[in-house]
């Protein structure tokens, strides 16, 4: 679902209401803990960290008006989602959180490429989500994004 939002507050705001407070807990952990230099704001439609235009002007090849996303985390119909670019493009950074997954959830893993689901809300790993927001800088996200994505 996306919500017609303009800042992160305003989406906390629209979803429903037992949906805030893990949103707000999840939103809390992931921006005390990226590495500096992300930036929080509205990205397509969900509320996203995306390396600015003042740190990559290129931004994103499909649309480079908009900054390079790096991670997003949404109130859907049936789950939260995060969405995490970085667990796509760097397998190892994928078999580290697939590995670490069950250490913090009994339940099954509910994975894409890049979107980690959460049908029961009150089973999101928040520290592990914490741990796999630091593992990538800006920079190390440029530089594999560029390597990996751009070039294709």
Known sequence: MQYKAKTPDEYIDAIPEERKGPMNTLRKVIKDNLPKGFSEEISYGMIGYVVPHSM???GYHCDPKLPLPFMN???QKNFIAIYHS???ADPSLMKW???EYPKYVTTKLDMGKSCIRFKKIDTIPMKLIGEL???MT???W????ESQIKKK
């Open 56 to 58: 990559y002007p290129d």
């Open 73 to 75: 985390i949404a109130s």
């Open 86 to 88: 970085g667990i796509y």
């Open 97 to 99: 959180f697939v590995t």
């Open 133 to 135: 927001a630091s593992k």
């Open 138 to 140: 800006p920079k190390a």
């Open 142 to 145: 440029i530089d594999l994004y």
